[in-house]
C-alpha cells in the first residue's frame, strides 16, 4: 500500500483525486489550501465565520464513491434568492463546521456521508487571509485580490499570511508517512504557494522521505505567469519549499484544433507553458492535456481554467510511476461478468408475456447463433413481435443486466483499479454496449472494446502496450485463445471461466 499525498486546490486538485480514485493499493491524502475568499466561499467565510469550503468540497466531490446524483448535488448551484451563487456542499460544509464546532471534524462527517475514498485535510485549522506585496511596495489583500492584481506588471516582493497559520496535525501526519507527495498542478498563486508557505510545512516537508511530483501546469495566468516555461515553475517551486522535486510531469500533446480556435489561443502568446527543460532524468514526458471543452458556469462567479489536465491521462501516469500493479486483466463479458444463461431466460419469459412460445422462441435463437453474423437482440425481437413492442421488450431486458453480474467479479476489478482493467466482448455492438452500460460498470474499465469477430488483434496489442506487465484474459470460449500468437503474447495467460476460473482468476491475482 503506498501513501500519496496531493497538495493543491481548485480544478487541479480535483482533476488529479479523480484521476488517483480508482488506482489500487493506494491510500490518498489530499491536502486543501485554506485561504479562498472569493465566490461562494468568500461570503460564507465572511458572514458565517467559517472555514472556506470551496476547495475541500471539488475533493470531497473527486474522491467520492457515492453515486453520481450526490456528487452533482455537492456542485449544484442555486440561482435564485438569497442562496444565488451558492453551491449546495458549500453551505452543507458550512453547517457541519457550525453543528460539530470544528472545519476538520466536519469534512470527516462529509467524508463519510459521500463515501470518499481516502482523506481530505485542511492544510491548516488556522483563519488564513493570503497577503502580497508587490516591488513597488503594493498590498495586496485577499486571495481573491491576489488573483485579479496584474501583479506581473510590478512583480512580487513577497506572498505571507496576515497571522500566523499553522500546519494542521493531520496534515503534518499525512506528510511524514507520504510515499509520494504531488504538488500542484493548479491557479500557481492561489491554489499552490498557500500551502508550501503555511508554517512547518517546509520543515515537515524536508524530514520527509517521500518523492515529489510536480506536474508542470498547462497553461499561464495572465498577469501572474503569462509566458512562463516549465523551468520557471519547477525553479520556483524548489526555492520556496527548499528541497529538489523528484518527478516532473510534462505535458507532450497539444490541445486540438478546436480547442485553439474556441478559446483564441496563438503561438507565441504566452499562454501555453513550453517546456523548456532539457537533459534532466526527473523528466517524464505525457500526453496529459484534456480535449474536453470546459465552459464557465453562468451560475459560478468565480472564472475557471479552460484547459485542463485529462484525469484519466494523469491518473493512468503515475501509475506507471508508482509501478504498484505489474498485473492487468482483459475480461470477456457475456458468461464471464455477466450470466447470459439468466439473461436468456429473462428473455425467453418476456416473449412468453408477448404471446410467443417457449418452442418458437428456442428454435429461432437456436437459426440465429448458426449465423456467423453477431447476435442482435432487437433483430432477433424484429422475427417474433410487433415493431413497436420491440423497444419495450428490448428495454426490459437490458434492464436486468445489474441484477445478473458475476458480482465477485466485480469486487475483484475494483480491486485491481480501473487502469489494469479491460473488457474485449464480441458480439453485436448496441447490443454488448447495452448491457454494459445497463449493468453500470462501464467506468471501471481503462477500455471497453467490442468486437464482431477475432479479439486477436486487440490482445496482441495490450500485451505488447504493457510488456512489463503480466496480462490475464478471462473468457469462457476456448476458441478466442486458439487464434492467439503466444509468441507475441509472452506476457500473457489465459484463464477459461469454467466453474474453476473465478478461484483461478484470484490465485493469479494473488
Same mark, same amino acid.
Given at each position: ?40 466561499? %468568500? ?5 458565517? %465565520? ?172 495572465? %498577469? ?218 462501464? %467506468? ?67
Amino acid at each position: 500500500m503506498k501513501n500519496i499525498v496531493t497538495i493543491g486546490g481548485g480544478t487541479g486538485s480535483y482533476v488529479v483525486l479523480s484521476g488517483l480514485r480508482n488506482i489500487p493499493n493506494i491510500s490518498i491524502s489530499a491536502l486543501v489550501s485554506m485561504s479562498d475568499n472569493g465566490g461562494s466561499t %468568500g461570503v460564507l467565510r465572511d458572514e458565517l %465565520g467559517v472555514l472556506p469550503p470551496g476547495d475541500v468540497r471539488q475533493c470531497l466531490v473527486a474522491l467520492s464513491d457515492h453515486s453520481d446524483i450526490v456528487r452533482n448535488l455537492m456542485n449544484y448551484r442555486f440561482t435564485d434568492g438569497s442562496l444565488s451563487g451558492h453551491s449546495f456542499g458549500n453551505i452543507f460544509l458550512a453547517g457541519l463546521e457550525k453543528v460539530t464546532g470544528d472545519f476538520a471534524s466536519g469534512v470527516r462527517i462529509a467524508s463519510e456521508i459521500l463515501k470518499v475514498k481516502g482523506r481530505v485535510i485542511p492544510i491548516t485549522n488556522d483563519k488564513a487571509e493570503l497577503d502580497m506585496i508587490l516591488k513597488d511596495d503594493t498590498l495586496v489583500e485577499g486571495q481573491v485580490n491576489i488573483t485579479n492584481t496584474d501583479i506581473q506588471k510590478v512583480g512580487i516582493k513577497n506572498i505571507f499570511y496576515k497571522e500566523n497559520v499553522h500546519l494542521s496535525e493531520e496534515a503534518k501526519d499525512a506528510i511524514k508517512k507520504a510515499d509520494y507527495i504531488i504538488i500542484g498542478p493548479g491557479d500557481y498563486y492561489s491554489s499552490v504557494l498557500p500551502n508550501v508557505i503555511v508554517n512547518q510545512f517546509k520543515d515537515v516537508l524536508k524530514e520527509s522521505n517521500a518523492k515529489i511530483i510536480l506536474p508542470i501546469n498547462l497553461t499561464n495566468k495572465q %498577469g501572474h505567469t503569462l509566458h512562463w516555461k516549465s523551468s520557471d515553475y519547477l525553479n520556483d517551486i524548489e526555492s520556496w519549499i527548499d528541497k529538489k522535486v523528484d518527478i516532473i510531469l510534462i505535458n507532450n500533446e497539444k490541445p486540438s484544433d478546436e480547442q485553439i480556435e474556441v478559446y483564441q489561443l496563438k503561438e507565441g502568446d504566452g499562454v501555453l507553458v513550453e517546456n523548456n527543460i532539457e537533459n534532466d532524468d526527473r523528466v517524464i514526458f505525457e500526453a496529459l492535456v484534456s480535449h474536453s471543452f470546459f465552459m464557465n458556469s453562468s451560475k459560478d462567479i468565480v472564472k475557471r481554467s479552460f484547459i485542463r489536465h485529462d484525469s484519466l491521462k494523469i491518473g493512468s501516469c503515475i501509475s506507471k510511476l508508482i509501478g504498484e500493479s505489474k498485473k492487468k486483466v482483459i475480461f470477456d463479458f457475456d458468461d464471464t461478468l455477466l450470466d447470459n444463461s439468466k439473461l436468456k431466460e429473462v428473455l425467453y419469459r418476456e416473449l412468453e408475456l408477448a404471446g410467443v412460445t417457449r418452442e418458437i422462441t428456442e428454435s429461432k435463437y437456436k437459426e440465429m447463433r448458426q449465423s456467423d453474423e453477431p447476435f442482435s437482440l432487437k433483430t432477433f425481437l424484429s422475427y417474433l413481435i410487433k415493431k413497436e413492442d420491440i423497444d419495450n421488450i428490448y428495454n426490459k431486458i437490458i434492464n436486468t443486466c445489474p441484477d445478473l453480474l458475476n458480482k465477485e467479479m466485480i469486487e475483484i476489478i475494483k480491486n485491481l483499479g480501473k487502469y489494469n482493467c479491460y473488457i474485449v466482448s464480441n458480439g453485436e455492438r448496441q447490443f454488448q454496449e447495452d448491457k454494459i452500460k445497463s449493468s453500470g460498470i462501464y %467506468g471501471l474499465f481503462c477500455e471497453v472494446i467490442i468486437l464482431p469477430g477475432s479479439k486477436k488483434q486487440v490482445i496482441e496489442r495490450i500485451c505488447d502496450q504493457n510488456k512489463d506487465s503480466k496480462i490475464l484474459f478471462i473468457d469462457d470460449k476456448e476458441q478466442f485463445f486458439n487464434d492467439l500468437d503466444f509468441e507475441k503474447c509472452s506476457n500473457l495467460k489465459k484463464i477459461l471461466c469454467d466453474k474453476d476460473g473465478l478461484q483461478k482468476l484470484k490465485g493469479e491475482i494473488n
